[in-house]
């Protein structure tokens, strides 16, 4: 079977041959739809991010997949369901956090990611996996079932942020997204559509006309030029936000939040920068902490309820919203494309690209 795989330093993803991988007792085959492309995978394939499984020379990309169970190998599946799998699996046996079900929980060494640290992904004709690491989602959502794991993640973290403000009456009624890729604007659908914020703000450093600055608008949020108005002045230009949520990966951003959010509010990370020393007025964001009840939560990965939480988002979202942004679903033969890899001059809608996803197996 193909897989589509990057080998480290080559900065590059390439296709190569592989078998088709039988089931191990509790595992299902899964025959792949479709596995979309997020930032994660760019930073994985230039080597800022995850690794190859111990011994290979080589990662199978993709952690955003959506497949069918092909042989449920006497499993509870049932040959035919659509499933989308999560992302951990035990490095060296189940610890506490799996064993509770939460191994988004886990820290590093308990764990590896498919497609990303020390496991292969997706990426492939057919994968297998432990049966309870499938998600069954409903079959008219598997064009798009790739989206419940990006989904997911903002679940998550919005989980974790409300969790930080469920002591007393909080009301929130703004949100500011920091970053206007994939992430940035599925959370962005997700307060305007599904938590029905009364005010919506997406930051980005980009000039119209902009595909994703219409998608900001038509969803009814301010798009803010972090060019003109940076994090850190949001507050007077627009408002203090009761939700800031990052997903830049710009580390400043981490600590301009404290001031973009109103008192009472909560900020969450999302974003997975590289070092980067600098200069940061620390007594007087400590004080801002403190003396404005504000909170910030770092969030990585999801599980099994928020993929759930995930595919009711995914439902709910509007057709022209998920159209919009799911530029291209290419084939095995134009691969290069899911990732923007291929020459400018050989399309002309390059920078239009927002959301794309690999077909493995067409819909
Ligand atoms: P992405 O497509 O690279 O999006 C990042 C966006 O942020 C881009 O649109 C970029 O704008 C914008 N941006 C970066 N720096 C900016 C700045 N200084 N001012 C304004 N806009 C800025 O990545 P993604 O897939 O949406 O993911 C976003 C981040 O979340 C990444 O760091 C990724 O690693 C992380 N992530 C974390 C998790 C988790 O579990 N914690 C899960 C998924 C992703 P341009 O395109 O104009 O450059
Ligand atoms: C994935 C998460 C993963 C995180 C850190 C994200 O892109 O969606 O599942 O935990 O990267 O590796
Ligand atoms: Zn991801």
């Not at 041959?17 to 930073?43: F, H, I, N, S």
């Not at 009364?198 to 980009?206: H, K, N, S, V």
């Not at 909560?266 to 620390?282: I, Q, S």
């Not at 770092?298 to 988002?313: D, L």
């Amino acid at each position: 079977m193909n897989v589509i795989a990057v080998e480290p330093g080559s900065g590059e993803p390439t296709v190569l041959e592989k078998p088709v991988p039988e089931p191990a007792p509790g595992e299902a085959l899964v025959r792949t739809l479709r596995v979309g492309v997020d930032g994660t995978d760019r930073e994985v394939i230039e080597g800022r991010h995850g690794d190859v499984p111990d011994g290979d020379d080589h990662l199978v990309l993709g952690h955003e997949a959506v497949g069918v169970v092909e042989d449920a190998n006497g499993t509870d599946l049932e040959e035919g369901t659509v499933v989308v799998p999560t992302v951990r699996r035990p490095l060296d046996g189940p610890t506490e956090h799996f064993e509770r079900g939460q191994p988004d929980m886990a820290p590093a060494g308990e764990y590896v990611e498919r497609g990303i640290v020390g496991a292969h992904g997706f990426m492939a004709e057919y994968f297998t996996s432990p049966a309870e690491y499938l998600v069954s989602i409903p079959e008219e959502l598997a064009p798009l079932g790739f989206l419940v794991e990006p989904i997911s993640i903002s679940e998550k973290a919005i989980e974790h942020a409300y969790a930080t403000r469920s002591a007393f009456d909080w009301r929130p009624e703004s949100a500011l997204v920091l970053g206007n890729g994939s992430l940035g604007l599925l959370t962005l659908a997700m307060f305007e559509e599904v938590l029905e914020y009364d005010r919506t703000y997406c930051l980005g450093r980009r000039d119209r006309p902009d595909p994703t600055i219409d998608i900001i608008e038509n969803l009814g949020a301010t798009y803010v030029d972090s060019r003109e108005t940076p994090v850190s002045q949001v507050a007077d230009a627009y408002e203090g936000m009761d939700v800031v949520y990052e997903a830049t990966g710009y580390a400043k951003h981490a600590f301009e939040t404290i001031d973009a959010l109103a008192p009472n509010g909560v900020g969450a990370l999302l974003g997975v920068p590289e070092d980067w020393t600098f200069e940061v007025d620390g007594g007087r964001l400590h004080r801002e902490l403190v003396l404005q009840n504000k909170a910030l939560v770092g969030s990585v990965n999801s599980h099994r309820g928020h993929f759930e939480s995930a595919i009711e988002t995914l439902a709910a979202l509007p057709t022209w919203f998920t159209d919009d942004l799911v530029t291209g679903v290419y084939g095995l033969e134009e691969f290069e494309r899911a990732f923007s890899l291929a020459e400018e001059s050989t399309f002309a809608d390059d920078d239009t690209t927002i959301k794309t996803a690999v077909e493995f197996t067409s819909i």
